[in-house]
């Protein structure tokens, strides 16, 4: 058994997946520190280091579910804070290339929140703890080290030198993470990363809720997918009174940043209920875009010398195209398991053990946002790619109008059940009976 108690962790980046590592940490050693680049005041709103808060950060029910274990009642208070929570059926008003989802209730839910209310809530949880503390307006620069051992952190704090020790460090500073190149200071050589790029943008502006529009839905989605439908919008209901409307563009096809364009953009959508919002609600933001949206995924878990004393975990290891919403769930799962491997593992000697786990917990998410964005792919893809890029387009065709299809489907996606329940002889027998999206039956012929 691993010690039940050890002495320091310190933990980089205090956004979400900093503030969780943070929380389980500190049942487990005695000091936790997260070492902040922004600088963060009690009520932070959107700051530089998190970009991607102005756009949305769905949380489905597995990913709720992690996150309750973590910290009781947390729903209920993100849903007093503003937070909708919304059926996935009844609720959400799902467009496919091949017409609208079934509206029938599923019993799953997601709960549509921003990502200020939602780091608000969970930092104001965690900073309560008595061995948790936090500094900000800190640069980090590398890693201490010690004959293959991480044994802290060095970079700046203003125009001071700022140096930190630890008997573990975990890297949570996501998408923009330096790990790789401070770990290649160290002589550590991580393997290239897995990178599938949809080539995808965004933009996002928030609106208040006109309530004249009787919509009969909480939230709306319209998804891209290859190779014929290359935008996207969705509408999410947030903060109890406004809507977060988002613009996709894949393959090249930019979301606007102005006001014409995002009125065009929402106007050239098979759902127009996203269009109706724009035209007629209030904005109460500016836009804002994010672009190079890209899948990457460092293989961590497959550096055979990787340092003792150090973990990594969210963002910082697999970072998804964000139209699947699978990000916080993802790293929600990473500190589940960090949770239970801390209770028979001392993962600052085995930290390889965790890193199996991050991997674990990626490989289907990674696999239904990278065969997503395949399909934008030019090059000749292998053939395991080209069947499941086949399949997963006939199951999107076969969605209108077919429940079970769709109960499956969106199981799948929001990960409460495994990618072989689409194979599933009643789900099988609909997908391959049903139209493609040409409109046309299929032939008998190999994907």
Known sequence: MAAMYSDRALVIGA???????????????????????????????????????????????????????????????????????????SDFLNHFPAGPAPRDPLGLSVLSVTRVTLDRIIRRRVLRLANVSLVDGVTIEGLLHDRGTVTGVHGRRGDRPFTDYADLVVDTSGRDSKLVSWLAELGVHCPAPRIVNGHLTCASRLYEVNRDLDLGWKNACEITHAPGTRRGGAVSSVDGSRWLVTLFGADGDTAPADDDG??????????????????????????????????????????????????????????????????????????????????????????????????????????????????????????????????????????????????????????????????????????????????????????
Request: contains cysteine; proline residues 7%; aromatic residues 6%.
């Open 262 to 447: 995002f009125l065009d953009h929402a106007t050239s959508l098979r759902c127009q209920d996203v269009a109706e919002i724009v035209k007629t609600a209030t904005p109460a933001s500016a836009i804002h875009r994010a672009g190079h949206l890209r899948n990457r995924w460092n293989r961590f878990h497959q550096v055979p010398d990787w340092p003792r004393g150090l973990l990594a975990l969210g963002d910082s290891v697999v970072s998804l195209d964000p139209v699947h919403g699978h990000g916080l769930t993802v790293t929600a799962l990473n500190c589940a398991d960090l949770r239970t491997l801390l209770r028979d593992h001392d993962l600052a000697g085995e930290p390889l053990v965790f890193q199996r786990a991050v991997a674990r917990a990626a490989r289907f998410p990674w696999t239904f946002a990278a065969t997503a964005d395949l399909g934008w792919s030019t090059r000749k893809l292998p053939l395991s790619a080209r069947l499941l890029r086949w399949y997963s387009s006939r199951v999107i065709a076969a969605i209108p109008g077919n429940r079970q299809v769709y109960r499956a489907y969106v199981r799948v996606s929001q990960l409460a059940d495994h990618p072989v329940t689409l194979l599933r002889p009643a789900v099988l027998f609909r997908v391959l009976a049903g139209k493609t999206l040409s409109g046309r039956r299929p032939q008998a012929t190999a994907p």
């Open 15 to 89: 956004g979400f997946a900093g503030l969780l590592a943070a929380r389980v940490l500190s049942e487990s050693y005695g000091d936790v520190v997260l070492v902040e680049r922004d600088t963060i005041t009690a009520d932070a709103g959107h700051r530089a280091g998190i970009p991607q808060a102005h756009h949305p950060h769905p949380l489905p029910a597995r990913g709720a579910q992690a996150l309750e274990a973590l910290f009781p009642r947390i729903g209920r208070e993100l849903e007093n804070a503003g937070a909708v929570r919304a059926d996935l059926g």
